[in-house]
């Protein structure tokens, strides 16, 4: 089991911008997997943003050119950089982490964009 801490998400501004941090209890480089997934009212969870053990990449179509994933091997922490948000994009989003064919959760952050 992993151990995820997730920044505060929060109110912006459509085409405004945020940064979501996720640190986990043990080295990104002991996982398979992390990355974002989010989950708006009514709509089933998706998949943001992850990366792989591989240093593959993927992100949602919808979001590709606005997002980017990154991660600090040092300090255990993926980020997530959001930029030109859009109503769209309001959700709860959850950082996940995989490791040895388990999955575990952060506590997810609530991401409203609204003018």
């Known amino acids: 089991q992993v151990q995820l801490v997730e920044s505060r998400g929060g109110l912006v501004q459509p085409g405004g911008s945020l940064r979501l941090s996720c640190t986990a209890s043990r080295t990104i480089f002991s996982l398979n997997a992390m990355g974002w997934y989010r989950q708006a009212p009514g709509k089933e969870r998706e998949l943001v943003a992850g990366?792989?053990?591989?240093?593959?990449?993927e992100y949602l179509d919808s979001v590709k050119g606005r997002f980017t994933i990154s991660r600090d091997n040092a300090k255990n922490t993926a980020y997530l950089q959001m930029n030109n948000l859009s109503p769209e994009d309001t959700a709860v989003y959850y950082c996940?982490?995989?490791?040895?064919?388990?999955?575990?959760w952060g506590q997810g952050t609530q991401v409203t964009v609204s003018s």
């Open positions: 990366f792989s053990g591989g240093g593959r990449t």
């Open positions: 996940y982490a995989e490791r040895l064919g388990a999955r575990s």
